[in-house]
């Protein structure tokens, strides 16, 4: 599909998370909650469910919820007549948001990056990108031999879905690079990793780091010897673009659904293995599922390149990146049950936690996903599992465990980065050691 392309030069600099006030303005008089009441958790979940809430942090026993104004007094009134308290945590969001980017402003390094339509040789550290710049990015990235980058798709707003493919044993030509330390390749059939990124749209941690990963991958030919590393680093290209333009807080895609006020499906509950399972049937819930299984053009693009994928036999691994928590999530999400191989993908997630935690100290845990955290189907995780049977699947949620949430300060990008790609070669040195030990492809 061919590029198209806006000859604009952008200079930026050290920012926190919002660019413009404008994306805040949807939130004036929005309220932060919080429950810490196990017995809160299913009425909690049930409001969400109708759209009278909107949980922004959880776990196993506490719910964090954003309250909008319209339905304030209804869930107060429901919360009450259920005999649960609750605490006010932020008064006004907007204004909280407005106050804390210019305290951030104030501490800031102030760094010039540039990234325009003809030089984006690196994604940028100090500042989150917009979609605009990450398509220029990737256009600077597909002049390597060894990276295809193509469109697998169109949004609902036909923006591209791009896929990056770094490919497996490219060193050649690349070794001086890394005298005497890439490994001879096991055999001629690599291994495949998928990483997806960016499918809820204000997560803009989710798709700074994956595109991080992308770079620092592609400038190390050793870690490809025997990987070929596929990458989704922005799947809801039209919500990522609403949350810079509206609504700071927005999660899903961008559709407009029949018959609603509402618009938008959660893409994370739309993919087809216990449909329905934690997700919701109203549009105006930010864990609305859609109509049906892939109606969504976004989860259709991701389904069938992951299915071209994997119909190689060998897809290993699979990690979809969200924020925030800190934590590393296996299957199952829509049941309690025991998902298959549930101890080798503990095993090999402790790796990664290990390692990410040698950088800078932050701290990762392994968790299940409905028993500690929540139940959800429809997830990109659950169908890999399910349908692709991938043998290691996990959802990992970024930095950080709550004191930003989704407003993240650029500031953390590149050591959020730089502990999970840490992690992420600890897990990759894992399942290729076992490859060569058994110079087969059975983990």
Known sequence: MMWRWQHWMVVLLVTVAAVSGNNYEGLAGHQIWSLESELAVELVDQLQAQGLLDVVAHTERTRTVRVTPEFASLVQKELHGAGHNYSVKVEDLAKHLQEKEKDEKTRQIHRAESCTATSCPFPLTYSYMTFQQMEWYLKELAKNPWVEVRSIGRSILDRDIWMVHIKSGECKGRKELYPNRCRRRASSKPMAVWLEGGIHAREWISPAVTLQLIHQITKDCCVTQDLDVYVVPMANPDGYVYSWTTDRFWRKNRRSNSGSTCDGVDLNRNWDYHFGVGASDEPCSQVYKGTKAFSEPETQALRDAMLQVASKGNLKLMIAFHSYGQVLMYPWGWTADKAPDQQDMV?????????????????????????????????????????????????????????????????????????????????????ISKKRTTNTVVL
């Open 347 to 431: 095993r090999l997630g402790k790796s990664f936690v290990m390692k990410a935690k040698s950088n800078y100290g932050t701290h990762y845990r392994v968790i299940n996903a409905a028993n500690d955290f929540y139940f959800a189907s429809g997830s990109t995780d659950d169908w890999s599992k399910g349908v692709l049977k991938t043998k290691y699947v996990y959802t990992l949620e970024l930095r950080d465990e709550g004191g930003h949430g989704f407003d993240l300060p650029a500031t953390k990008i590149l050591p959020n980065s730089m502990e999970v790609l840490a992690g992420l070669k600890a897990v990759f040195r894992k399942i």
